[in-house]
C-alpha cells in the first residue's frame, strides 16, 4: 500500500471517530493525517522519521487553529441565549430614575415597568446607566 493510502486512511478513520466520541480534537487531528497524504502523494519519497514529525506540526498546528480561532467563534453569545435573563440586556443602557436613590436604593422606569436599583444616592429624574443586573436588581451609576 503507498504511504499517501495510508494517511488518507488515518484521517477518514480519526474523522470517523470523532463522530462518536465528542470533543473535537480528533478531527482535526484527522485533518493533518489527510493533508499528510497529499503531502505524500507529491513528495512520495519522503521517510518515516520526517512523516512522523510533519504529521505532528501538522496535528498541533490545526489543533491550536482550532483552539485559538474557531473555538472563539463559537462561543459568542447570540441573541437567544440571553432570552430568559432580560436583565443582561438591561447593561450598558440609561434609563431615568422614577424615584430618588436613598440610602442606595431606588427605582427606574424600564419599558413599561419599574425596576429597583442600587447605586449613589442621586434625585428623582437623574439619568443613570445599567453596569451589571444583581437577579431583580440594576446596580447603576450617575450618566
Not at 521517510?47 to 473555538?71: D, E, H, K, M, N
Not at 459568542?76 to 434609563?95: F, H, K, T, V
Amino acid at each position: 500500500m503507498t504511504a499517501y493510502y495510508f494517511w488518507w486512511i488515518l484521517g477518514v478513520g480519526l474523522v470517523a471517530v470523532e463522530m462518536l466520541v465528542p470533543g473535537f480534537f480528533l478531527m482535526w487531528i484527522g485533518f493533518a493525517a489527510l493533508a499528510m497524504g497529499f503531502v505524500m502523494w507529491f513528495v512520495p519519497t519522503l521517510g518515516g522519521v520526517p512523516q512522523i514529525l510533519l504529521f505532528t506540526a501538522l496535528a498541533l498546528a490545526s489543533c491550536v487553529v482550532w483552539w485559538r480561532i474557531l473555538r472563539k467563534k463559537g462561543n459568542e453569545p447570540d441573541a437567544a441565549s440571553a432570552l430568559n435573563r432580560r436583565g443582561d440586556q438591561l447593561i450598558g443602557r440609561r434609563y431615568v430614575l422614577e424615584t430618588a436613590i436613598e440610602n442606595g436604593r431606588g427605582k427606574a422606569r424600564v419599558g413599561d415597568s419599574l425596576w429597583l436599583v442600587e447605586g449613589p444616592d442621586l434625585p428623582a429624574g437623574a439619568n443613570v446607566e445599567v453596569l451589571s443586573v444583581h437577579g431583580a436588581t440594576l446596580v447603576v451609576r450617575a450618566a
